[in-house]
């Protein structure tokens, strides 16, 4: 039962779900399998109450416990409970919400995310100095597509800018088509195995 | 409140740049900070889906007709919870399980046409000659790189004669194309970079 029944369901849900797709099954189709993807926006909406509910478990038991750096937990919880308070008593256009999201979680997404230029340029060096074939043609399309994107690259020839937009119309998107396609066979195939219950890793490999 | 608004900012951002001469306690305070306001603005997003798609079709209609099947999400989510139980616990699996089964279907329905069928159906009416004309065999150039990529990903045959050297096709423009998504990811990565830079200098501290 306690295996069973989830594995049923997801059966039954993903079937439904999925040949809805093809054939409208009369009143089904309407009035049940019309309404799932609403519902699983519901049930991960719940999902993801659940996180944070795992987060503030977490972070509590640090503070209780005056673990090392028990004021970081603090911080996080006063800062989530601002940010999700604030906007569900007084909307996202007030000016206490916009102040703290335009001050503080604007430049600390966006610092968090430029740190990865220092992180790519250390992995491209480690990456191109592999001497292989391969390494230097990857180094070489990277280096027009950089040079082609910025006017110094304009300056010093001026088919960089051609020859960037070329790379990428034809190989990049070539490549990344024929990945695609094999991606989503494969996605179909991980997909069925999962509706059928062959694979049942997302219940904690149980 | 401006002033100190770019202040903030200015140290929130000068905190998370201190991470890369090493792991400091002020990086680690903007971590929290980030991750819980990240987290708060998920749970605001996360109580607005509820109340719009389940909440209100069913208790707050107005002019509406009441929605009764908006009581099974509702329920199914409250289920979830039943995971902090002890013994109970497996029944968290059930709405889990329904996630996951209309998720899957709805993976294939999603690749089926965008990602499978239009991308194939994309290359095979391309011309073969005299469109993307660069150099004019640019459709060649384009069809031998999606077929010699999926040459490349065939496992079910030894790769030897023709498919071998599809494979060799296939390898050689992905290293192009992953170079140039390269590329593209170092570019956007730097201008976020000189965004940073350039609020630290222009607006923090008035030098630019």
Redesign the interface.
């Known amino acids: 039962m306690?295996r069973e029944?989830?594995?049923?369901?997801?059966?039954?849900?993903?079937?439904l779900?999925?040949l809805d797709?093809f054939v409208k099954i009369p009143y089904l189709s309407e009035?049940?399998v019309g309404?799932?993807?609403?519902?699983?926006?519901?049930?991960?909406?719940?999902?993801?109450?659940?996180?944070?509910?795992n987060?503030l478990r977490i972070h509590v038991q640090r503070i209780v416990k005056g673990k090392k750096?028990w004021?970081?937990?603090l911080?996080?919880?006063?800062?989530?409970?601002?940010?999700?308070i604030v906007?569900?008593i007084w909307t996202?256009q007030n000016a206490v919400y916009e102040?703290?999201f335009?001050?503080?979680?604007?430049?600390?997404?966006?610092?968090?995310?430029?740190?990865?230029?220092?992180y790519?340029?250390s992995a491209?060096y480690r990456a191109f100095r592999i001497r292989t074939k391969?390494a230097t043609?990857?180094?070489?399309?990277?280096?027009?597509?950089?040079l082609g994107?910025?006017p110094i690259g304009a300056a010093i020839w001026k088919g960089f800018p051609?020859y960037?937009d070329?790379?990428?119309?034809?190989?990049?998107?070539?490549?990344?088509?024929?990945?695609?396609?094999?991606?989503?066979?494969g996605?179909?195939v991980?997909?069925?195995r999962?509706?059928f219950g062959i694979d049942r890793s997302?219940?904690g490999g149980q | 409140m401006e002033t100190l608004g770019i202040w903030i900012g200015a140290l929130c951002t000068l905190a998370i740049f201190s991470y890369l001469l090493r792991e400091n306690p002020f990086f680690r305070t903007a971590e929290h900070l980030f991750i819980g306001m990240a987290a708060g603005i998920g749970i605001f997003y996360g109580y607005q889906s509820i109340v719009t798609n389940a909440w209100n079709p069913l208790f707050n209609p107005g002019d509406e007709p009441r929605q009764w099947f908006m009581i099974v999400p509702l329920v199914l989510g409250v289920l979830l919870y039943t995971r902090f139980l002890k013994k109970g616990k497996w029944i968290s699996r059930i709405p889990l399980g329904f996630m996951v089964g209309v998720g899957s279907a709805l993976a294939i329905r999603g690749v089926i046409g965008a990602s499978f069928m239009n991308q194939i159906t994309a290359t095979m009416s391309l011309p073969l000659w005299g469109v993307m004309s660069k150099f004019g065999i640019d459709s060649l150039l384009f069809i031998l790189g999606v077929l010699g990529t999926l040459i490349y990903f065939y496992f079910s045959r030894e790769q030897k004669g023709p498919l071998k050297v599809g494979a060799s096709i296939g390898k050689w423009v992905m290293m192009i194309a992953f170079g140039a998504s390269f590329g593209n990811t170092v570019m956007a990565r730097m201008s976020l970079l000189v965004g940073r830079i350039y609020y630290l200098l222009g607006e923090w501290l008035a030098i630019l």
């Not at chain 1, 911080?75 to 999700?84: D, G, H, P, S």
Request: aromatic share 16%; proline share 2%; net charge neutral.
């Open positions: 306690r029944l989830p594995i049923a369901i997801t059966f039954v849900s993903g079937i779900f999925l797709y009035y049940v309404h799932f993807l609403d519902w699983a926006i519901v049930v991960a909406a719940f999902a993801l109450l659940l996180g944070a509910a987060l750096e004021w970081n937990s911080i996080l919880l006063v800062a989530m409970f601002v940010m999700a906007p569900i996202q102040y703290l335009k001050h503080f979680f604007e430049h600390l997404n966006g610092t968090m995310f430029s740190l990865l230029a220092f790519i340029a491209a391969e043609v990857l180094l070489i399309a990277a280096v027009v597509v950089m994107a910025t051609q960037s070329w790379l990428q119309t034809v190989f990049t998107t070539a490549g990344m088509r024929g990945i695609m396609i094999g991606a989503s066979l996605a179909m991980t997909a069925l999962i509706i997302y219940f």
